[in-house]
T-cell receptor, first 118, second 114 residues
């Protein structure tokens, strides 16, 4: 079975531009999460979507937005790019989006999109 | 306070030896899950092992085992019989029972020496 796929692999933009990153989850998974990983740090949570609804949002400005489509794929949009937005953007899919009493729901990550803002 | 703390920025291990990567966590939830991921230089995060807060036994997956000490809030990863391909960044992560996101530590860079 195919894993999580992301496109594009690499992207170079200039300050002030807009970018759209795409993610396709593992077949059968209904939840997609987005993370930003700055060089030398661990991933930071941006969004989680489940069944096309936003289920969680991290501490990121409104320039960051996302959506999930009926086929469960997702887009992450970033407006008015800043130099500090340069990072690896990771998408993760899981089968459910509910936290429940005990979350055993493992997130499986894609290869990431490396964004460079000049 | 940091949810996940990894105090070893870098570790070295001889090939075929065992190595322990440290992870401590902070949560007030009774229900939570702990995860370890491997990140090679290519960037993809590879899931290794999971431990639930209610699991009585330490998790094992092949050469990976998790030394779970609930009272100390630690979840150390043990890699047995290290291989050259184990050289990578290793991240500890937690998902709280009441939350939707994973919290990651800053990672440990493991280098396996031939």
């Amino acid at each position: 079975d195919a894993g999580v796929t992301q496109s594009p692999t690499h992207l170079i933009k200039t300050r002030g531009q807009h970018v759209t990153l795409r993610c396709s989850p593992i077949s059968g998974h209904k939840s997609v999460s987005w993370y930003q990983q700055v060089l030398g740090q661990g991933p930071q949570f941006i969004f989680q979507y489940y069944e096309k609804e936003e289920r969680g949002r991290g501490n990121f400005p409104d320039r960051f937005s996302a959506r999930q489509f009926p086929n469960y794929s997702s887009e992450l949009n970033v407006n008015a790019l800043l130099l500090g937005d340069s990072a690896l953007y990771l998408c993760a899919s899981s089968s459910t989006g509910t936290s429940g009493r005990l979350s055993t729901d493992t997130q499986y990550f894609g290869p990431g999109t490396r964004l460079t803002v000049l | 306070a940091q949810k996940i703390t990894q105090t070893q920025p870098g570790m070295f291990v001889q090939e075929k030896e065992a190595v322990t990567l440290d992870c401590t966590y902070d949560t007030s939830d009774q229900s939570y899950g702990l995860f370890w991921y491997k990140q090679p230089s290519s960037g993809e995060m590879i899931f290794l092992i999971y431990q639930g807060s209610y699991d009585e036994q330490n998790a094992t997956e092949g050469r990976y085992s998790l030394n779970f000490q609930k009272a100390r809030k630690s979840a150390n990863l043990v890699i047995s019989a290290s291989q050259l391909g184990d050289s990578a960044m290793y991240f500890c992560a937690m998902r709280e029972g009441t939350g939707n996101q994973f919290y990651f530590g800053t990672g440990t860079s493991l280098t396996v020496i031939p």
